[in-house]
């Protein structure tokens, strides 16, 4: 099949290389010259693992095509994505201006009959908008051209998106034409060989889908989060909970890791975009909101435990940071605790020494860029030389079990502070580290 996907970021790049990989013949444009030049120079702007070879692979199959020219690939398209950023707005609610710019695109230059996706993650009603520009564009052309738009939202994961969109949980197909729903299924029928895994329905239901779905998810995440904070003021122990209530099938154990907070570019966005949603309506979304105070909080409780072990005043103290990235696996550091952290203690005074496998450039380049009393090392062991603690916000793999021994005699005195829980507190304990997590005094 013939595709063209707007929008070459993480979901778009991984979308369009994936159905490449599938044999489809794909198109990606975007409007950012210098990613698609470097994506024609055989450079893969962003960190998501598979993704390089698979890319170099389908463009050298000549299957794989980059473009600023929404037209080069239009000529056969049978079906277009629109996969652009929906960023928040300053009132919270997402920000369509990047959607319905592609959609007024789409009407200025489609030929024949066409079925647009809406893949960016979008309000209820967005398809019904992005339906109302095209046509506004066609009407001006006078000319008729059939189209339909659907909503097929995505669900895949930064760190392991190829995985995540080769073999999806589901395929979530809001539509409307029988027509529509058969050309999705002949698309996603090759990531879907052992059983069924697609899901149609009406296309607010889509779009609604995909916000329920961050909720929930966020809402797992403040919630032990909380839990966390009150078993470390009745002396609970928040891990040895997490495991009692993970083995009820009913409440299983993904999600409930207690840490320094949800981040990325989904999670705090959508939240806030769904009470937005529910305000419009009349609708006072009381537990999001509650998810998202939470969330704001607990992003900066292992900056209040450095401060009640060291003193308001950080002037003179070194911290070694462990992870900057929002979650393992990525280079992403969209609202990543890593930020508010290093800002907070850096405000009280304190020197940072910061060492992330994969987002230093971004710290670097962008969320810390104006910071001053930061540097970045190398490797992790570097992060501690001289330092006062440690202090680990990113569970990569790297950081699970590290030599503490060499820990202790890097450090001036052996202090971890463990924003993600990732030791055990009695193995540190018997080292003589001093050792503070979350959900535990
Ligand atoms: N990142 C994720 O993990 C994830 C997961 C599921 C859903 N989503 C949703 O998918 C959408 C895209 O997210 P992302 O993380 O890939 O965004 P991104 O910011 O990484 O990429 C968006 C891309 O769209 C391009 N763009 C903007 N306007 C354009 C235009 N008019 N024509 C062509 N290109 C244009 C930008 O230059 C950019 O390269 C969002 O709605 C997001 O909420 C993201």
Redesign the pocket.
């Known amino acids: 099949m013939n595709i063209v996907v707007?929008?070459?970021?993480?979901?778009?790049?991984?979308s369009g290389t994936c159905f490449s990989e599938m044999g489809n013949n794909v198109t990606c444009?975007?409007?950012?010259e210098a990613?698609i030049n470097k994506l024609n120079k055989g450079i893969i702007?962003?960190y998501e693992p598979g993704l390089e070879a698979m890319v170099l692979k389908n463009v050298k199959n000549k299957n794989l095509h980059f473009t600023?020219n929404?037209n080069e690939g239009l000529t056969d398209a049978e079906i277009i994505f629109i996969?652009?950023?929906?960023?928040m707005g300053d009132d919270g609610s997402?920000d369509l201006q990047?959607?319905l710019?592609?959609a007024k695109?789409i009407g200025e230059a489609i030929q024949k009959r066409i079925i647009i996706v809406d893949?960016?993650?979008?309000p209820v009603g967005t398809a019904d908008k992005v339906k109302e520009v095209i046509q506004h564009e066609l009407d001006n052309r006078d000319v008729s051209i059939t189209f339909d738009v659907v909503s097929n939202?995505?669900?895949?994961?930064?760190g392991a998106?190829i995985t995540d969109f080769m073999k999806p949980d589901r395929v979530v197909i809001g539509a409307e034409s029988d027509y529509a729903i058969e050309k999705m299924k002949q698309l996603y029928a090759p990531f879907s060989m052992s059983h069924e895994r697609f899901i149609v329905m009406d296309i607010r239901s889509a779009e609604m889908t995909?916000y329920a779905a961050n909720a929930m998810l966020a809402t797992k995440i403040s919630f032990m989060n909380e839990i966390a904070n009150i078993c470390e003021k009745v002396g609970a122990d928040a891990n040895q909970v997490r495991i009692g209530i993970g083995s009820d099938s009913r409440i299983g154990y993904n999600f409930i890791y207690p840490g320094c907070g949800y981040g990325?570019?989904?999670f705090p966005?959508?939240v806030k975009a769904l009470k937005k949603i529910a305000s419009e309506y009349n609708y006072e979304a009381k537990l999001i909101t509650s998810v998202e105070e939470v969330n704001d909080a607990q992003k900066l409780v292992i900056a209040t435990k450095v401060i009640k072990r060291f003193g308001e005043d950080l002037t003179g103290k070194t911290f070694g940071i462990w992870g900057l990235a929002f979650k393992p696996g990525t280079d992403?550091m969209r609202e990543a605790p890593a930020i508010y952290i290093v800002k907070e203690l850096v405000k009280r005074g304190a020197k940072i020494k910061a060492y992330d496998p994969k987002a230093m450039k971004e710290a670097k380049g962008y969320y810390l860029k104006d910071l001053e009393n930061i540097s970045y090392v190398d490797s992790k062991y570097l992060a501690l030389e001289n330092a006062d603690a440690m202090i680990l916000l990113t569970e990569w793999k790297e950081f699970r079990s590290p030599d503490f021994d060499e820990i202790k005699k890097l450090l001036k005195a052996p202090v971890i502070f463990d924003g993600r829980n990732q030791y055990n507190i009695f193995n540190l304990a018997e080292k003589g580290i001093e050792y503070y997590q979350i959900g535990k005094k």
Do not use: M, N, Q, R
């Open positions: 707007i929008g070459t970021g993480y979901v778009g790049l991984v444009v975007d409007i950012d990613k702007p962003i600023t929404l996969a652009v950023g929906t960023p997402a990047y959607v710019a592609v695109s893949k960016s993650t979008v939202p995505e669900f895949l994961k930064e998106a995909k990325g570019s989904c966005k959508d992403d």
